[in-house]
């Protein structure tokens, strides 16, 4: 049997209603001679008869353990040289795994490639989710990732195509305390492996309350920062202080899950001199206003601010006193 190019690992659990679709979409794809690694993680419902009926497929029972378990074992039967991740309540544009595997072929710099998105679901998609799709749609070039890779994961995880060599040198997924995508870029980013975009959306990715990112304990807020600590303490505070910008409840994390991580806060931006009502420490961080930041930072300064609309404010502000985004500061949330 020849080798397939792409192996796309794809678990689910009890997605009888996708399913299909999801398969559907799949054996449209232009990219032919695929390899399709279904893993049925503990369903109870029609699934696993809907596999049946369809032929072509691997397919592995894995009704114990982790959904993180169940992509190890997945991934251990991915023969493809590329490994692309696809979940069940998701659709792939045709083209989509042929334009991923032709542009790691022509990008060996590049180990894990992700695509832009089209949101959609049986209701109206929150104003909230809009504005993602607008963020991480916009989050394309290498530049752009770097810039933004503290803000949230900017590589969707069902877009996913990666090279077998960078889930075999990360030892495939890990930690399930975190979530488990934005994890694995981090450590693509730490051992340098790159990353990049597709600017065009060739997935349609459905948003639904049973979603298992808005229903497991490590995709909350504080498994979100406690990450993001240990990786901004890694990659952008290499043992120096740290500033935080923000003192609200999202600053008031970060600090916390930075100073577990042995890093040293020394100050937070607060309300503007003169203000009423705003904290004057957090952690045991003094907050300063705007008007009192230092023209020689001690550290990197960390913007983590929950309000899109103040972000241009910050940017405009760090800018007219010359510091680099990027090197000096950076977005965090």
């Not at 796309?8 to 990219?31: F, I, K, M």
């Not at 069902?158 to 090279?163: D, G, I, L, N, V």
């Not at 997935?203 to 309350?209: F, M, S």
């Amino acid at each position: 049997m020849t080798r397939p190019l792409v192996s796309v690992l794809l678990p689910l659990r009890n997605a009888a209603d996708t399913l299909g679709e999801c398969l559907d979409s799949l054996e449209a794809q232009t990219l032919r001679g695929l390899q399709i690694v279904a893993v049925d993680h503990g369903s109870t419902d029609a699934s696993a008869g809907i596999l049946g009926k369809r032929t072509g497929l691997t397919v592995l029972r894995h009704p114990d353990g982790s959904l993180l378990d169940a992509l190890n074992a997945g991934l251990a039967l991915c023969e493809g040289r590329y490994i692309a991740r696809m979940d069940a309540d998701d659709r792939c544009l045709p083209r989509r795994l042929e334009a991923q595997a032709a542009f790691l072929d022509a990008h060996p710099e590049a180990a894990l490639c992700g695509t832009q998105v089209r949101l959609f679901s049986g209701d109206a998609l929150s104003e909230g989710y809009l504005a993602y799709q607008t963020w991480v749609n916009g989050v394309v070039s290498a530049a752009d990732i770097q810039r933004e890779l503290f803000v949230e994961c900017p590589l969707p995880h069902p877009t996913w195509m990666a090279r077998r060599e960078a889930f075999e040198r990360l030892g495939g997924y890990r930690d399930d305390s975190l979530p488990e995508d934005y994890h694995f870029v981090l450590r693509c980013a730490q051992a340098g492996l790159g990353l990049a975009k597709l600017a065009e959306v060739l997935l349609d990715w459905r948003e639904h309350p049973q979603r298992h990112s808005r229903s497991h304990p490590r995709y909350n807020r504080h498994a979100f920062f406690r990450l993001k600590a240990k990786f901004l303490d890694a990659l952008v505070l290499k043992g120096r202080p740290a500033c935080v910008w923000g003192a609200g409840e999202r600053a008031r994390l970060l600090i916390r899950y930075l100073q577990a991580e042995g890093v040293k806060v020394a100050w937070a931006v607060g309300l503007p001199q003169g203000s009423l009502g705003g904290p004057t420490e957090a952690h045991g961080v003094p907050v300063i206003a705007p008007e009192a930041v230092p023209k020689d930072l001690p550290g990197p300064l960390l913007a983590c601010v929950g309000s899109p609309g103040v972000k241009p404010e910050i940017k405009a502000w760090m800018s007219a006193r010359g510091f680099k985004e990027g090197d000096e500061w950076l977005f965090v949330s």
